[in-house]
């Protein structure tokens, strides 16, 4: 790569500091502020690039003039204005590409002495706009053109300097290009968004290139070809270069002349010690005839910082953006830093994204430290959460509990409440948003919102279901008979195991002992029903057990008889009077007796004890009082069912004795 100042940086004597072009490949720098990019030699490739980078953002205007050689009909390629992004050493490739391929992405006005079919060229000297390396006039890269460079569509390839002007308005997107002091060819073009993807800041300049035809190709450009901006400022007791660039060999006029260094230069060198507004006059392009106004403002440097939308991050707001500014209209380095050690943030020269509260420090910069301000700014934190709390009356619906009573409860007079509720959810507000009845299974959640700041919580309850059964069996028994008056009620079983059963027994025929209601004893035929309840959810569920009596059963009461002895010393002996069967003594007889009433009597014939009712064992007392020693008689009138009914007396005598 070639470094080459122009000519015009000579006047770094007076203090005015020029601006630099990049010179690649076969360009080199010519007398009058031109630059030859390529001689009358086959595959030549030049290029020449501007050493600050131009702002897609702001408007611009370039005038500057290209020479095409004198060969017309085989003469050769052409040249390009480029905007790019690879930087100030870059360069393309040689031949019928114009040296504009390999620049990717980038935007090009092409200036096309050559035709190739295949490109879609005219066969006159032509103008397009293209895109991403491709001197190709169809899409996607061709943009718009071509057209004929010359209005009349003469040859320009005539060795004269032809005057090139370019402009670019980013608020409407449209970049013009005038030939031969005529507009040729504009068209909206986003440069920007669609062709640099959103970078602002690209290189400008200009590639040419020769392959088996060839030309002398030159582009002449003013030595400070940017013009200094309408209003600029700077610090009291330091100075400014205005610039302004017209025509070749023109007369710059200055008024008022007062603190320049040249009042009849297109560069100046301004040093105002207040304020200034200069109106300079001097010839352009295409004989226009220009005065532009440049107002020098003289004041300190005060840096600004604007943050959007406040000082204080939140949950909604996790980051802040900060836009740094000043009094000053442009010239101005901006950086960023943080008081605090672990406070994060990227910046750039005019922004910064903040993502933690702490204490920031912006400085401004002036020319290199000409002069300097300073902006101490605080970012705060608020994430304060509102708490709510979710209380459910129970966690499970069931046969016993058929809802649910959901109450939130919340003391910040502002939150903001969203309940997520479960799919097909069925509830009744009591009283919304806090209170709701539902018999809805799932999880209730409710988000409590702080609208200041943003910040959320949740809280949550979870209502499951149990409707799980009882699965009953009642068990078994065997048939009653005379000589088994009752049977044990066997099998009686209940699942699932891990609940608690509740057991009941109920019968509308028969008798049932169950005090151990997982094994009762049926004490005469009947249907017999076992109702089981879980404890844990109130399901129930029932089953039955048939307990029969043999139709054949019967036996003979006929030997019934009391003992002729009993001594009721509890010893367990003989301690009761008991009605057995002489035949059958091992037989319960008590169980088939229906009717039983009793009578003892003293040897003097006195009633001691007297019962009617349900068969009993007498134990020798009387109201928990032992009768005395001696002879006593009974009788007994009775009726037995087995089978058959049997009623009879009994009557005789026996001994009591301690």
């Known amino acids: 790569m070639q470094r080459l100042l122009a000519a015009g940086f000579l006047w770094l004597s007076t203090g005015i500091s020029a601006q630099t072009y990049f010179l690649n490949g076969t360009a080199t720098a010519s007398d009058g502020d031109c630059y030859q990019l390529t001689t009358t030699q086959g595959n030549q490739n030049g290029t020449v690039w501007y050493g600050e980078q131009i702002d897609l953002t702001e408007a611009f205007e370039l005038n500057f003039s290209m020479n095409f050689g004198t060969i017309d009909a085989t003469g050769a390629d052409g040249m390009v204005f480029v905007l790019q992004n690879v930087g100030t ?64 569509g003469a040859n320009i390839e005539d060795g004269e300097d032809h005057p090139v002007r370019i402009t670019w308005d980013p608020n409407t997107t449209i970049i013009a290009v005038y030939f031969d ?59 400014i270069e ?8 023109t007369v710059y006029t200055w008024e008022p002349s007062d603190f320049l260094s040249d009042p009849n230069a297109s560069t100046t060198l301004c040093t105002p010690d207040s304020t200034m507004t200069y109106v300079v006059s001097y010839e352009g392009f295409c004989d226009a ?31 802040i953006e900060v836009i740094a500014g000043s009094n000053f209209p442009s010239g101005i380095e901006f950086s960023w830093s943080s008081i605090d050690a672990g406070a994060n943030f990227e910046s750039n020269q005019t922004t910064a994204t903040i993502d933690a509260a702490g204490n920031f420090l912006l400085v401004a910069d002036w020319n290199e430290g000409a002069c300097l301000d300073s902006l ?59 209170e709701l009845v539902t018999n809805t299974p799932g999880t209730w959640s409710v988000t409590t919102n702080n609208p200041g700041n943003g910040c959320t919580s949740t809280t949550e309850v979870t209502i499951s279901e149990d409707f799980t059964f009882p699965v009953v069996e009642a068990g078994y028994a065997d048939t009653l008979t005379c000589s088994s008056p009752t049977s044990l009620i066997s099998g009686i079983a209940v699942s699932p195991i891990d609940y608690t059963p509740i057991l009941n027994w109920d019968w509308v025929e028969g008798a049932l002992n169950a005090l151990d209601p997982l094994a009762p004893t049926a004490l005469a035929p009947g249907t017999y029903f076992l109702t089981v309840a879980f404890e844990e959810n109130g399901c129930a569920s029932q089953d039955s057990v048939v307990v029969y009596q043999d139709p054949e059963a019967t036996i003979d009461a006929s030997s019934a008889r009391f003992p002729n002895v009993i001594s009721p010393n509890r010893d367990g002996y003989n301690d009761r009077l008991t009605l057995y069967l ?44 032992d009768v005395a020693e001696g002879f006593y008689y009974y009788k007994l009138e009775y009726l037995i069912v087995c089978g058959d009914e049997q009623r009879g007396t009994l009557t005789g005598g026996f001994e009591l004795f301690r």
């Open 181 to 239: 002091c005529d507009l040729r060819l504009f068209a909206e073009v986003d440069l920007v968004n669609e062709i640099f993807n959103g970078e602002s800041e690209v290189y400008w300049g200009f590639t040419g290139s020769t392959g088996g035809s060839f030309n002398n190709q030159t582009v002449c450009l003013a030595p400070n070809i940017i013009a200094t901006d309408p209003l600029v400022a700077i610090c009291p007791g330091s100075s």
């Open 582 to 625: 002489e035949d059958f003594p091992d037989f319960p007889l008590l169980s088939i007796v229906r009717e039983f009433e009793l009578s003892i009597f003293n040897r003097w014939g006195n009633l001691v004890y007297g019962y009617q009712g349900n068969p009993v064992e007498w134990d020798g007392r009387i109201n928990d009082d």
């Open 376 to 434: 101490a700014f605080t970012i705060d934190l608020d994430t304060t959460t509102y708490q709510s709390a979710l209380i459910s009356s129970n966690n499970v619906i069931n046969c016993s509990v058929d809802s649910v009573t959901l109450l939130l409860t919340n003391g910040d007079v502002d939150a903001e409440f969203n309940w997520q509720l479960p799919n097909a959810a069925n509830f009744t507000w009591t009283n919304e948003p806090f």
């Open 289 to 319: 005839s220009i005065s532009d106004t440049i107002v020098v403002l003289v004041e300190e440097l005060e840096a600004t910082v604007l943050t959007d939308p406040s000082s204080t991050l939140t949950c909604a707001n996790p980051t």
């Open 89 to 152: 050493n870059a360069l393309g490739e040689t031949g019928g590409a114009l040296g504009f391929s390999g620049f990717d992405p980038s935007f090009g006005i092409e200036f096309d002495t050559w035709q190739n079919g295949q490109f879609g060229d005219l066969v006159t000297d032509h103008i397009g706009f293209v895109s991403d390396g491709s001197v190709d006039h169809n899409p996607p890269t061709g943009l718009a053109g071509p057209v004929n460079a010359n209005i009349n």
């Open 242 to 249: 205005l610039n302004v660039s017209g025509a070749p060999n």
